[in-house]
């Protein structure tokens, strides 16, 4: 029988996450453990919750998205 194959999510990074990267993606997490399941919903939690863009505006979906395709790269 063949081991399943699986992608550990630090093996697409050459360097460990951030502090900024861990705080957003912890924030994420809770978030949707909370049951909140859509855009709309995840960026309001995170403005609710006083996280920021990286520019220090208050999270839009459009920022949103631009940051998560920055941090994808």
Do not use: C
């Not at 809770?30 to 220090?56: C, K, M, Q, W, Y």
């Amino acid at each position: 029988m063949e081991t399943p194959l699986y992608l550990e999510p630090m093996q697409t990074r050459d360097e460990p996450p951030t502090p900024y990267e861990t705080k957003l993606a912890g924030l994420i997490h809770a978030i949707f453990a909370e049951g909140h399941e859509t855009l709309p919903a995840l960026v309001e939690a995170l403005n609710e919750r006083g996280s920021t863009a990286p520019d220090g505006s208050a999270w839009t979906e459009e920022t949103f998205r631009a940051e998560m395709r920055r941090l994808g790269e």
